[in-house]
């Protein structure tokens, strides 16, 4: 079963820091990798794209990486803000199926004062 | 303007009654979506529907069906609402099918069945 983990579930962390959430994917063939953020009682939005030939995408202070050998990617955030508390969203798309996409349950961050 | 708007923002009803909640883009996207995200804060595809042909349908029970007029709507009915039904609901829109464009999402719609 194509599946997609991430890690940690949650993370606090102060403002000003940098962190790196997590994630892990069985999911074959691959299409691309997408990473989302979701404040709280907002839609998802997206932060990065990467296909199969990305190794890292930047948007900003974001800072995503892609290792396709080893099915992991990882998004880093570069000096912390509390505007980046939010919860943080892995997808895996086939290209089969109609673009089929396989979504992480996410990495809840708080960033603190 | 907002590119994905979804009404209402929130829904209050009964068990048994049937609800809709619509959906409309002015991006110029030929392909929308419905997801359900739970109390978990998991999010699931439920539907997706490109130049308004259903290509995607996930394990979804048949009380739930969307329609869409045109390629700028796409709404979603509910039948016979049930407690398991609560849930937020987001409305998303991408150019080419799930996955090979940037999806953008609507505000979600916030179900609750008292």
């Known amino acids: 079963k194509n599946q997609v983990e991430q890690s940690p579930q949650s993370l606090i962390i102060l403002e000003g820091k940098n962190c790196t959430l997590q994630?892990?994917?069985?999911?074959?063939?691959?299409?691309?990798l997408r990473w989302y953020k979701q404040d709280t009682g907002r839609g998802p939005v997206s932060l990065t794209i990467?296909?199969?030939?990305?190794n890292t995408k930047s948007n900003g202070r974001y800072t995503a990486t892609l290792d396709a050998d080893t099915k992991q990617s990882s998004l880093h955030i570069t000096a912390s803000q509390l505007s980046d508390s939010a919860s943080y969203i892995c997808?895996?798309?086939?290209?089969?199926?109609?673009?089929?996409?396989?979504f992480g349950d996410g990495t809840t961050l708080t960033v603190k004062p | 303007d907002t590119a994905v708007s979804q009404t209402p923002k929130y829904l209050v009803t009964q068990m048994g009654n049937d609800k809709s909640i619509k959906c409309e883009q002015n991006?110029?996207?030929?392909?929308m979506y419905w997801y359900k995200q739970d109390s978990k804060k998991f999010l699931k595809i439920m539907f997706s529907?490109?130049?308004?042909?259903?290509?995607i349908n996930e394990t979804v029970p048949n009380r739930f069906s969307p329609k869409s007029p045109d390629k700028a709507h796409l709404n979603l009915h509910i039948n016979s609402l049930e407690l398991g039904d609560s849930a937020v609901y987001f409305c998303?829109?991408?150019?080419?099918?799930?996955?090979?464009?940037?999806?953008?999402f609507g505000p979600g719609t916030r179900l609750t069945v008292t």
């Open positions: 997808v895996v798309t086939t290209p089969t199926n109609a673009g089929k996409s396989t």
């Open positions: 991006l110029g996207h030929d392909t």
């Open positions: 994630c892990n994917y069985t999911v074959s063939p691959f299409s691309n």
């Open positions: 529907y490109n130049n308004k042909e259903l290509i």
């Open positions: 990467m296909t199969f030939s990305e």
């Open positions: 998303a829109s991408s150019q080419g099918w799930e996955g090979r464009g940037e999806q953008y």
